[in-house]
Each structure stands twice: as structure tokens, then as C-alpha cells.
């Protein structure tokens, strides 16, 4: 069984640039979590999707960040337009009761 | 508010001595907690959850945890080090919501 993907593993964009992250659950699952991790502190929770549906975003940070569900299979976050602030690792998790994760993104704004 | 403390940044121990990796949470209600590990380049792998019953609970590579409701921890435990459990360890609660509060994490050092 394929476990989560993400895509790209790692990304470098300039400052107001726009990035788009991929995530592709696992199979069937239909919890979809977003987390992201900067500076080394501790991974702080995005938002929740259950199918294609919006659950809990309270996690947003600000309306730069627009995440989607499209037919409830993969999910896009997508920063526009990118802060410093917003480097970190970026977590992509998916469960039909336990939270497996995926390897993450490296977003770095420069 | 709930939240969750990793007090040690890195713990470093040497090959064969027991290791703990300490954390302690706060939430109203009973929760749901959880280790998970990462490893360079990798994703998080989850090691093992309390959810109810026994205070000691069995998970993956050897480790256990304990939790202590009065002192409100769940550390982690593992008997015997090896180098390859040198890790990034995250202690995690969530508490019927789903979404998941974790700590700060905790580098494990295994020295031969």
C-alpha cells in the first residue's frame, strides 16, 4: 500500500512569489490534515479536510494560504503571495483513525 | 488551552543504556496521546498511542510510554538505546477533534 506523497520535497521562491504544495493521501482515507513546522518549533496544526469538505481550518494563518480538496482525493495548499515567515516543513497526514504522514515540504522563501 | 512540553531539546545517551525522552501535556477532559518519530528525510512515523486502559503502552522499535495521569506525562521509554533510534521524537495529543497538538520535539542522540 502507497503511503501519503507529497510534492515537491523541497521548494526555494522569492519573496511574493506564489507555490503551490501537493498532497495525495492514502487511498480511501478520508481525513486529510495539514501541518506545517517552521523554525524548529513545534508542528502546528493547518487545517482538516473530510472528503472534499473543509472540517477545521482553524490552523489558517492568513488568507494568503488557500488549501483544496478537488473530488476528495489529493490536496493543494497554496501560498499567494509568499512571506519570509511562511518557511518551514509543511506535513501532509492522512487517517481512517490513525494519522500516517507524508515526508513533507521544504518551502523556503528567500 | 490544550498544549503538550517537551522540556529537553536532545537527549543524548550511549548504546545499551535505557533512554527517556520526556513529555508532559495539559487538556481538560481525557486525552489522546501519541509518539510519533522522524527519521532524516522521512515523513513522521507514529510509535504508539494511549487512548484508554493500561498506563504502560507497548509500540513499535521497543518503545513504551507511560502514562501518569497526576503528573499529567507521557514519557517515553525504551530499555536498551540503539544508534539507529537516534531520531527527532514528537509527543502528540488530540482530544476528539481529530487534529493533532504537538510539541516541540525532541532530538535523540545515540552514541556508540
Known amino acids: 500500500e502507497a503511503g501519503v506523497t507529497q510534492f515537491p520535497s523541497h521548494s526555494v521562491i522569492e519573496k511574493g512569489q506564489t507555490v503551490t504544495l501537493r498532497c495525495d493521501p492514502i487511498s480511501g482515507h478520508d481525513n486529510l490534515y495539514w501541518y506545517r513546522r517552521v523554525m524548529g518549533k513545534e508542528i502546528k496544526f493547518l487545517l482538516h479536510?473530510?472528503?472534499?469538505?473543509?472540517?477545521?481550518e482553524s490552523g489558517m494563518p492568513n488568507n494568503r494560504f488557500l488549501a483544496e480538496r478537488t473530488g476528495g482525493t489529493y490536496s493543494t495548499l497554496k501560498v499567494q503571495p509568499a512571506e519570509l515567515e511562511d518557511s518551514g516543513v509543511y506535513f501532509c497526514?492522512?487517517?481512517?483513525?490513525?494519522?500516517?504522514f507524508g515526508p513533507g515540504t521544504r518551502l523556503t522563501v528567500t | 488551552a490544550q498544549s503538550v512540553a517537551q522540556p529537553e531539546d536532545q537527549v543524548n545517551v550511549a548504546e545499551g543504556n535505557p533512554l527517556t525522552v520526556k513529555c508532559t501535556y495539559s487538556?481538560?477532559?481525557?486525552?489522546?496521546l501519541f509518539w510519533y518519530v522522524q527519521y532524516p528525510n522521512r515523513g513522521l512515523q507514529f510509535l504508539l498511542k494511549?487512548?484508554?486502559?493500561?498506563?504502560l503502552v507497548k509500540g513499535s522499535y521497543g518503545f513504551e510510554a507511560e502514562f501518569n495521569k497526576s503528573q499529567t506525562s507521557f514519557h517515553l521509554k525504551k530499555p536498551s538505546a540503539l544508534v539507529s533510534d537516534s531520531a527527532l521524537y514528537f509527543c502528540?495529543?488530540?482530544?476528539?477533534?481529530?487534529?493533532?497538538?504537538f510539541g516541540q520535539g525532541t532530538t535523540l542522540q545515540v552514541k556508540p
Open positions: 487538556v481538560s477532559g481525557n486525552p489522546y
Open positions: 494511549y487512548i484508554t486502559g493500561d498506563n
Open positions: 502528540a495529543l488530540t482530544h476528539n477533534t481529530g487534529k493533532l497538538i
Open positions: 479536510f473530510v472528503k472534499e469538505s473543509k472540517q477545521d
Open positions: 497526514a492522512s487517517s481512517q483513525g490513525e494519522q500516517y
